[in-house]
């Protein structure tokens, strides 16, 4: 079974500090990895996916992800945030083969002080 | 292009009832997948449909049943509401064809049983 771990439950930077969310997760096959944002009051949108090549990724706003198969990890990265960027964030892995259903880790609530 | 929407928005019930929630795929679509989001937690894969046929489960009990339409439109239903099922339930589309099976949710529906 897969499982998904996000190590920050809360984080409070300021504007224009960098951002380093983790997010580490356990499967014995191949994976795709996306990162998922909900803004307050949204749905769920895609930040930006990895399934396969150059490991690191980039997405929508400015964020990108690093894939290090060897660590089974794909922390979330943006070099200074925004206030707009104040929302919760979630890891998801699915397998590349059958069902792909999403498995999600439990969040980050990232708060940008302005 | 119509992104997923899902009905109703918000819901109350008592424990035992019945509910029944719906989901509109995306235009071209023809997977639905329906996800539980409890307080403060990410996502929970319920079950996937492809086709009209469910396509994989997660730990979820039967009283959790679902239906997909020949328009690729679905149904959650959940009887003997319990306690615990107050949640945000999603729904997510997709298109099953190679790639990484990319979902797109809609808004939720915030379903509470008291």
């Known amino acids: 079974a897969q499982s998904v771990s996000q190590h920050n439950h809360h984080v409070i930077l300021s504007e224009a500090a960098s951002l380093e969310l983790g997010c580490n997760y356990s499967y014995g096959g191949t994976v795709n990895l996306f990162w998922y944002v909900q803004y307050p009051g949204q749905h769920l949108q895609l930040l930006l996916k990895?399934?396969?090549?150059?490991?690191l990724v980039k997405g929508i706003k400015g964020f990108e992800a690093e894939f290090i198969k060897s660590k089974f990890s794909f922390n979330l990265r943006k070099p200074s945030v925004q206030w707009s960027d104040t929302a919760e964030y979630f890891c998801a892995v699915n397998a590349q083969t059958g069902r792909r259903a999403l498995t999600f880790g439990s969040g980050t609530r990232l708060q940008v002080q302005p | 292009e119509t992104g997923v929407t899902q009905s109703p928005t918000h819901l109350i019930k008592t424990r035992g009832q019945q509910v029944t929630l719906r989901c509109s795929s995306q235009s071209g679509h023809n997977t639905v997948s329906w996800y539980q989001q409890a307080l403060g937690q990410g996502p929970q894969f319920i079950f996937q449909?492809?086709?009209?046929?469910?396509?994989g489960r997660g730990n979820f009990p039967p009283r959790f049943s679902g239906l997909q339409f020949p328009n690729y439109s679905s149904e959650l239903n959940v009887n003997a509401l319990e306690l615990d099922d107050s949640a945000l339930y999603l729904c997510a589309s997709s298109l099953a064809s190679g790639g990484a099976y990319e979902q797109f949710f809609g808004p939720g529906t915030r379903l509470t049983v008291l």
């Open positions: 990895y399934f396969s090549g150059d490991p």
């Open positions: 449909y492809y086709r009209e046929e469910e396509n």
